[in-house]
């Protein structure tokens, strides 16, 4: 063993992020005899903003050798096959922007590039009747897609919707079991290493002190270690993403649950809906300088479909990023590393992130700063790109109704979205290579969805044969509609493998 080895771990701050990270962080126990130690108050409530998902979610349960029905079932989870948006072109527009890929490359030519010169010679249905997500979605059908699926089936993509509470219990299950040792206590100090600046215990409201070699600071947005002590700094993104506040409330589920997030878009934000297997989850991001708090609360609690189950909650945040998210000891994960609105079902991803880039880049106790600085120039590309893809829904609007949009729709966009959205309307061209998160699909389905259409094409379109491209492209779009129509129900498929016990 390393003789520099990490000893012990302490996480600050329980939650999904907390969890999610002692179950995660259990791996290593099998390596070395690394102590591992959850410290939460229940008097802290902890803040969930969304429970929706996206598919790298999968990737991490598996790697935790989670069972994805028991999973589901625990969690009063169901499935999500993408993002349904409404209002955000325009008013009365919706688009659906599915997991997995639109149609099929040909000849080495992006499926859009080809639907895009279809779509400038005739009429042609949205590019979502090319996406297997996307129909089995419209269909209210859901299929799991095995190891050995065969197109179009293998081309579905999907998440998951839960309650993030218990999806919490049910790691904080799975990580005890694994050795976590978890400690109830208020935190009301902590102390620094006088020569190394590092964090080296903190303080429990009744006297309690615990070291540790390394700190995971989950402890919200007020960054108890990674902000309050080691003044790290926050990276404000506000002018790109005005909405700074959010309200939430569930209701009774008024029918069967769909298969997908829906996200309307609203004078001064936009409103979520998330169905689960015995409430849906709603609530409502706005910006504050447009929308009064109670007014906010009214217009959520007016159009909830079913019965509202709790008080509604509020939220206040500012979107951006802390300036490293590993700072001398302390990794931040979930709303002390940053924030980005959950129109895009990013925050539990953020999460997810974070620690496998952890674990790739584990220290020991002498903490290279090569480690670091690779772990939070990573952290930063992922954040960013996760932050220009948001804002692109924002931009990419043609609504002039509100103030609030036509801020949006004029303000000046960073560096790295302007770019995008150059390459994009001139020929088309979208390079994602090399990013974790939202492929190509995903920004053709917001582009296209938000009417923000290519001139032209890229010349490579020219050489493939107009019939024979055209031929190619209903037959695909049959075979997706073909493949839902077999597929069982959202809810029967629930019903058959996953129902949660508590109904």
């Given at each position: 063993?390393?003789?520099?080895?990490?000893?012990?771990i302490v996480?600050?701050g329980?939650?999904?992020?907390g969890?999610m990270?002692?179950?995660a962080l259990t791996?290593?126990?099998?390596?070395?005899?690394?102590?591992?130690?959850?410290?939460?108050?229940?008097?802290?409530?902890?803040?969930g903003?969304?429970e929706?998902t996206?598919p790298?979610?999968i990737?991490?349960?598996n790697?935790?050798?989670?069972n994805e029905?028991?999973?589901v079932?625990?969690t009063?989870?169901?499935?999500?096959?993408?993002?349904?948006?409404?209002?955000?072109?325009a008013?009365g527009?919706?688009?659906?922007h599915?997991?997995g890929?639109?149609g099929?490359d040909?000849?080495?030519?992006?499926f859009?590039?080809?639907y895009?010169r279809?779509?400038?010679?005739?009429?042609?249905?949205?590019?979502?009747?090319w996406?297997?997500s996307?129909?089995?979605a419209?269909l209210g059908?859901?299929?799991r897609?095995?190891?050995?699926?065969r197109?179009?089936?293998?081309?579905?993509?999907?998440?998951?919707h839960?309650?993030?509470g218990?999806y919490a219990l049910?790691l904080?299950?799975l990580?005890e079991?694994d050795?976590?040792?978890?400690?109830?206590?208020?935190?009301?100090?902590?102390?620094?290493d006088?020569?190394?600046g590092?964090v080296?215990?903190?303080?429990?409201a009744?006297g309690?002190?615990i070291?540790g070699?390394?700190?995971?600071?989950?402890?919200g947005?007020?960054?108890?270690l990674?902000?309050?002590?080691?003044g790290?700094?926050?990276?404000?993104?506000?002018?790109?993403?005005?909405?700074?506040?959010?309200?939430?409330a569930?209701?009774?589920?008024?029918d069967?649950?769909?298969?997908f997030?829906?996200?309307?878009a609203?004078?001064a934000?936009?409103?979520?809906?998330?169905?689960?297997?015995?409430?849906?989850?709603?609530?409502?991001?706005?910006?504050s300088?447009?929308?009064?708090r109670?007014?906010?609360e009214?217009?959520?609690?007016?159009?909830?479909e079913?019965?509202?189950?709790?008080?509604?909650?509020?939220?206040?945040?500012?979107?951006?990023?802390?300036?490293?998210?590993w700072?001398?000891?302390?990794?931040?994960?979930g709303?002390s590393?940053?924030f980005v609105?959950?129109?895009?079902?990013t925050?539990?991803?953020l999460?997810?992130?974070?620690?496998v880039?952890?674990?790739a880049?584990f220290?020991?106790?002498?903490?290279?700063?090569?480690?670091?600085d690779?772990?939070?120039r990573?952290m930063?590309?992922?954040?960013?790109?996760v932050r220009?893809?948001?804002?692109?829904?924002?931009?990419?609007?043609r609504?002039?109704?509100?103030?609030?949009?036509?801020?949006?729709?004029?303000?000046?966009?960073p560096d790295s979205?302007?770019?995008k959205?150059?390459?994009?309307?001139?020929?088309?061209?979208?390079?994602?290579?090399g990013?974790?998160?939202?492929g190509?699909?995903?920004?053709v389905a917001?582009?296209?969805?938000?009417?923000?259409?290519?001139?032209?094409?890229e010349?490579a379109?020219?050489?493939?044969?107009?019939?024979?491209?055209?031929d190619?492209?209903?037959?695909m779009?049959l075979?997706?509609r073909?493949?839902?129509?077999?597929?069982?129900?959202?809810?029967?498929?629930?019903?058959?493998?996953?129902?949660?016990?508590?109904?």
């Open positions: 063993m390393n003789a520099h080895a990490i000893r012990k996480i600050v329980g939650g999904t992020a969890w990270a002692a179950a791996t290593l126990r099998a390596k070395n005899a690394v102590e591992i130690c959850l410290v939460e108050s229940d008097e802290i409530g902890t803040v903003v969304g929706a996206i790298p979610l990737a991490f349960n790697m935790l050798g989670i029905d028991e999973f079932a625990a009063n989870g169901t499935f999500k096959l993408g993002i349904e948006f409404v209002n955000w072109g008013v527009e919706r688009y659906f599915p997991f890929p639109h099929q040909f000849r080495g030519v992006h859009h590039q080809l895009s279809a779509a400038r010679q005739r009429a042609m249905p949205d590019i979502q009747n996406s297997m996307a129909v089995a419209e059908r859901f299929a897609p095995g190891p050995d699926a197109l179009p089936l293998s081309q579905l993509g999907y998440a998951f839960f309650d993030a218990l049910f904080r299950r990580a079991t050795g976590v040792r978890r400690v109830e206590g208020k935190i009301v100090a902590s102390a620094l006088p020569e190394s590092h080296r215990s903190i303080t429990l009744d309690r002190e070291e070699d390394l700190f995971i600071d989950c402890s947005f007020r960054g108890l990674i902000e309050e002590k080691l790290t700094g926050y990276e404000d993104w506000s002018k790109w993403l005005p909405c700074d506040r959010a309200v939430a569930p209701c009774s589920l008024p069967e649950p769909d298969p997030t829906r996200s309307t609203l004078a934000g936009w409103q979520w809906r998330i169905p689960l297997q015995h409430r849906m989850g709603n609530g409502m991001v706005y910006a300088n447009h929308l009064a109670v007014d906010a009214s217009m959520l609690v007016e159009s909830l079913g019965d509202i189950l709790a008080e509604p909650r509020h939220l206040t945040f500012t979107a951006g990023r802390r300036r490293r998210a700072n001398g000891n302390v990794v931040s994960l709303l590393s940053g609105e959950p129109l895009e079902s925050s539990i991803h999460i997810q992130s974070g620690i880039k952890l674990l880049l220290p020991d106790r002498r903490f290279d700063p090569a480690e670091r690779e772990y939070n990573q930063q590309t992922v954040f960013e790109d220009d893809f948001v804002i692109l829904h924002y931009k990419a609007t609504r002039d109704d509100s103030e609030f949009w036509n801020y949006c729709r004029n303000m000046d966009v979205l302007a770019t959205f150059e390459l994009w309307r001139t020929k088309g061209r979208l390079f994602r290579e990013f974790e998160l939202f190509t699909a995903s920004w917001v582009l296209f969805g938000q009417g923000v259409l290519p001139l032209e094409t010349p379109v020219d050489a493939i044969d107009e019939d024979m491209a055209n190619a492209l209903e037959k779009r075979s997706y073909q493949m839902a129509e077999h597929m069982p129900g959202h809810a029967e498929f629930i019903a058959r493998s996953c129902t949660a016990s508590s109904g």
